[in-house]
Antibody, heavy 120, light 105 residues
Framework: EVQLVESGGGLVQPGGSLRLSCVAS????????MHWVRQAPGKGLAWVSR????????TYADSVKGRFTVSRDNVKNTLYLQLTSLRAEDTAIYYC?????????????WGQGTLVTVSS | SYELTQPPSVSVSPGQTASITCSGD??????VCWYQQRPGQSPVLVIY???KRPSGIPERFSGSNSGNTATLTISGTQAMDEADYYC????????FGGGTKLTVL
């Protein structure tokens, strides 16, 4: 059974940092592109970042470029998102999701999400 | 940047057909996915490649995409279908529609 389990969210002050983790199981993690998608309270889904299978390529939404860093450890089957210089507008549930590039061009599995709250 | 537009809300009576639209420039040239998100839950893929259903998704869910509009259709809508629905496409990056709240009343 495919599972994605996020952790690391919490309350952080503006300007602070946080590292989110997403532990994958039930599939060959190293064979899949992985993405982060966020959802602000009461709002819609917004793509944040993606990382290639081997970690050699990363892309970011303009709203987080230069502040967030995505990485992965294919031995630990874990995806990471380092959040720095956090702003109030970064408050959201952060989901990791498995990307299917060829047959779906979308996400077939999502984690349960981890809540990041940026507030003083 | 590419944009997808959805109506904020759609209402349907139980047993009737609900249609949720998603509009974007030449959207018919792209593949569209649809996700269902029930309150407090993670999104679930219900349609991919415009009209295909993943395993486990009821047959009452169907999709189409042509011109500038993709449509998610739910036939024989049930109370359990009440949720937010998001369309998504790929245009050098992942793009989501703003979401549509489906109310079954």
């Amino acid at each position: 059974e495919v599972q994605l389990v996020e952790s690391g969210g919490g309350l952080v002050q503006p300007g602070g940092s946080l590292r989110l983790s997403c532990v994958a199981s039930g599939f060959s993690f190293r064979d899949y592109w992985m993405h982060w998608v966020r959802q602000a309270p009461g709002k819609g889904l917004a793509w944040v970042s993606r990382i290639k299978t081997d970690g050699s390529s990363t892309t970011y939404a303009d709203s987080v470029k230069g502040r967030f860093t995505v990485s992965r450890d294919n031995v630990k089957n874990t995806l990471y998102l380092q959040l720095t210089s956090l702003r109030a507008e970064d408050t959201a549930i952060y989901y990791c999701a498995r990307w299917i590039p060829s047959t779906i061009l979308g996400y077939d599995y999502w984690g349960q999400g981890t809540l990041v709250t940026v507030s003083s | 940047s590419y944009e997808l537009t959805q109506p904020p809300s759609v209402s349907v009576s139980p047993g009737q057909t609900a249609s949720i639209t998603c509009s974007g420039d030449k959207l018919g040239d792209k593949y569209v996915c649809w996700y269902q998100q029930r309150p407090g839950q993670s999104p679930v893929l219900v349609i991919y490649q415009d009209s295909k259903r993943p395993s486990g998704i009821p047959e009452r869910f169907s999709g189409s995409n042509s011109g500038n509009t993709a449509t998610l259709t739910i036939s024989g809508t049930q109370a359990m279908d009440e949720a937010d629905y998001y369309c998504q496409a790929w245009d050098s990056s992942v793009v989501f529609g703003g979401g549509t709240k489906l109310t079954v009343l």
